[in-house]
């Protein structure tokens, strides 16, 4: 993986975790994020549509939907890492989602996206794998990879999640009252 990024600082600990880009002016990068998996319920892509929406008031936002190849294991995962990365630019700031990820706060992951934003990449992709998990490119590639729970996420549920604290996020960041 790419360069590590430190994602948080402990202000005091009485009053919890602050985010160090709280109420300042941070770069927002495009955000694309490439999902593995089948075709989604009108429930859910309402809901994904909904945060796609409020993110926009902050950055623009992409989200691409990748099929699923299915086919034995190995060969789907291989394929379907082939089609992430032919989605993937060189200047991308890649965040790879993953259940062995690094668990992250929410003030860590707006720490993340105000750090993205100083790495000289042009866009910030997040990515969801397919139920197999991510192939070996991906995880080469990506240069951070995150947890969003300790549980393992249907990759439907992960996204919808990954929508909502890249939301909190920014709300985190421009000091707005969404995050308590």
């Not at 990365?85 to 690094?102: F, K």
Request: hydrophobic share 35%; glycine share 8%.
């Amino acid at each position: 993986m790419g360069t590590a990024i430190q994602l948080c600082v402990t202000s005091n600990p009485a009053q919890g975790r602050k985010c160090k880009y709280e109420g300042q002016s941070v770069r927002a990068l495009p955000i694309r994020i490439l999902s593995v998996g089948k075709k989604r319920s009108r429930g859910l892509q309402l809901m994904v549509d909904e945060y796609a929406d409020k993110l926009r008031y902050y950055c623009n936002v992409e989200d691409a939907q990748i099929r699923p190849n299915p086919r034995n294991a190995r060969a789907q995962v291989d394929a379907e890492d082939e089609a992430v990365m032919n989605l993937i630019r060189s200047d991308d700031w890649v965040v790879m989602l993953d259940e062995r990820g690094q668990d992250i706060e929410s003030e860590q992951m707006a720490e993340l996206v105000g750090d993205a934003g100083n790495t000289g990449a042009s866009r910030l992709s997040f990515c969801i794998g397919g139920p197999y998990g991510h192939g070996r490119k991906m995880r080469q590639r990506a240069n951070l990879s995150i947890k969003l729970s300790s549980l393992v996420l249907n990759h439907q549920i992960a996204l919808l999640v990954l929508m909502e604290q890249l939301y909190r996020s920014w709300t985190i960041l421009k000091g707005q009252k969404y995050h308590h």
